[in-house]
């Protein structure tokens, strides 16, 4: 999860300028005065105080093996810290972004705000920029139908959502709800998350709320350890797509489910609204905040936890564990006849529907000969 930071405009500028400055060699000084302000910020802001003592001695330790002293660029220590962070915190968040363009940006926006503040006079202020950039992010998310890659009806009636990226609520909710009005109809719903690397709350739980009723129910409260805060997040008592309640519901996930998305996947399963299917997830639960390391580099950092109103605790490390574990490849399928042999046992003790039950036992039949 993160907080509104843009991503899909981040990637087009964030990956481009390493090709030019990614051979810029970086001296054992700077590795040091580096180390030093991430481990300040770790200590300050990560989302577990009692975890960052730990975590900066470790840093220590694989400095002072002289592991970084053959390290000669700047974006090869930011690779390197990345994995080593990420090896020794066990929190996929952590990420080191060797951009010194987008400091030197973040710091000439800084100042004008704070001139203008002084001043009195009007400038171009980060929110103005923000109104530019988010420009560019609409169009990138408007180019991948704001995350939703497929929506039909698969044989016997079984709505599917191939789902790959929750965007701001306010640019995806009427795709949302067009979504869930398409599969409305149907008898049972296959939301395939295996690919989603998550995105913005809280539309996960407005999409979430579809498939409660209109009541307001704590979805996932989340706590921040720099303000010492908890925020409790409702499901939506108003939507604009039709509710899916009281069917079955099958989420597909894997190692690929990421962020939002095991949110999205944890909350349905423990409120008993869904099945999940595949392999376990990421595990990666944390909210993240970008900070500046120093002129160079800047910190990808967990800073918010969530906590699920029935486990009281998160999916951080463990993943979104399925209640039917199966291949990657395999889920769709194990779900689609999961959900059919659903259907045809209702219809069953009908006998007015036999030609549906006969059409729905050839569908069967096809899926599992694959």
Not at 106 to 121: D, H, I, M, P, V
């Amino acid at each position: 999860m993160m907080k509104h930071i843009k991503k899909p405009l981040a990637i087009l500028l964030l990956v481009f300028p390493f090709l030019s400055y990614a051979q810029k060699k970086i001296s054992d000084k700077d590795k040091s005065s580096t180390i030093e302000s991430i481990k300040e910020l770790i200590h300050a802001n990560y989302v577990f105080e009692h975890k960052t003592a730990y975590f900066n001695r470790s840093l220590d330790s694989l400095n002072a093996t002289g592991k970084y002293e053959g390290v000669k660029d700047y974006q090869a220590f930011a690779d390197i810290l990345t994995e080593d962070l990420i090896a020794i915190t066990k929190d996929k968040h952590f990420k080191i972004q060797y951009n010194p363009d987008l400091v030197q940006s973040r710091r000439r926006r800084l100042e004008a705000s704070q001139q203008a503040e002084e001043e009195e006079t009007e400038v171009e202020t980060e929110e103005t920029n923000a109104e530019e950039e988010i420009d560019w992010n609409y169009w990138y998310a408007q180019k991948k139908n704001f995350g939703f890659e497929k929506v039909e009806v698969l044989g016997g009636n079984i709505g599917y959502i191939k789902y790959t990226f929750f965007q701001p609520l306010s640019w995806a909710e009427s795709t949302i709800d067009a979504t869930m009005r398409f599969v409305a109809n149907t008898d049972a719903l296959i939301i395939d998350l295996r690919e989603n690397q998550g995105g913005y709350s809280p539309t996960d739980s407005y999409l979430a709320s579809h498939f409660f009723d209109e009541n307001a129910t704590l979805w996932m409260s989340s706590y921040e350890r720099r303000l010492d805060e908890t925020d409790s997040v409702l499901t939506f008592q108003d939507v604009g797509g039709e509710r899916y309640v009281d069917k079955s519901v099958f989420i597909l996930v894997s190692e690929n489910t990421f962020s939002l998305a095991e949110r999205f996947a944890y909350g349905l399963k423990h409120f008993g609204k869904a099945i999940i299917i595949g392999e376990a997830s990421a595990g990666a639960a944390h909210a993240i905040d970008f900070m500046e390391v120093n002129e160079n580099y800047l910190i990808q950092l967990p800073i918010i936890r969530s906590v699920h109103p029935v486990t009281k605790i998160d999916w951080e490390g463990t993943g979104v564990i399925p209640d039917i574990e199966t291949s990657n490849e395999e889920a769709l399928r194990t779900a689609h006849l999961m959900a059919l042999n659903e259907q045809i046992e209702a219809l069953q003790s009908r006998t007015i529907v036999g030609p549906i039950l006969e059409r729905y036992e050839k569908i069967k039949m096809e899926l599992s000969k694959r």
